[in-house]
């Protein structure tokens, strides 16, 4: 009956469709509104085809609008998908080469806070300390000029101690951390009141 073979293939239709639109809604929850509504117009369209109502056609048109909106969603998807690819790819090759750049940087200043927790004075574009240095300890092979010995006035000059004066006062002065325009970080020893 010709009936019969009608609403088999609009059944087969809408089960397409539900099928597509949960594949939509599974990517994307902004779509399941949509499966909702299909669902309903699929109960719609079987009653109708039970009762023979006249509203078939027009439901079998709502159809086709269901099927013209998820060719639409999955043709934004696809594009969607594309871009965010594209993205994602744009922003590894960026973060790859910010990691080239910083790394140097940062094993540069790690390596002075080492030498700094070592004992070490370092005036360097991290830290600007004066800090007792080690016993018997060797001239650092890290930089080009080690400043373990630098005299008092190049000390002072730094707004820190030198020699042994340095060594006489650092336990008695707070280290204070200041920020200046040339330097990113700057540690100085602050000499108390009174003291010439």
């Not at 001239?139 to 006035?153: E, G, N, R, V, Y």
């Not at 990113?184 to 010439?196: E, F, H, I, R, V």
């Amino acid at each position: 009956d010709e009936e019969r073979d009608r609403a088999a293939a609009i059944r087969k239709s809408l089960d397409k469709l539900q099928d597509e639109y949960k594949a939509l809604c599974d990517k994307n929850n902004d779509h399941c509104s949509m499966l909702d509504d299909l669902k309903k117009t699929k109960s719609d369209l079987e009653r109708a085809i039970v009762q023979r109502d006249d509203r078939v056609a027009e439901l079998e048109f709502t159809i086709r609008q269901h099927e013209r909106t998820i060719s639409e969603l999955e043709q934004r998807w696809r594009v969607s998908e594309y871009a965010q690819e594209t993205v994602g790819t744009s922003l590894g090759a960026i973060l790859s080469a910010l990691q080239g750049e910083l790394l140097p940087i940062l094993n540069s200043r790690d390596k002075q806070l080492k030498l700094y927790q070592e004992g070490h004075r370092i005036n360097g574009p991290f830290f600007d300390v004066c800090i007792p240095p080690a016993a018997n300890r060797p001239p650092s092979p890290h930089f080009k000029q080690d400043l373990t010995a630098a005299p008092a006035a190049a000390a002072a000059a730094a707004g820190g101690y030198g020699g042994e004066h340095c060594h006489d006062h650092s336990q008695k002065r707070p280290l204070q951390m200041t920020l200046e325009s040339q330097s990113p970080l700057t540690l100085n020893s602050q000499p108390a009141k009174g003291d010439a």
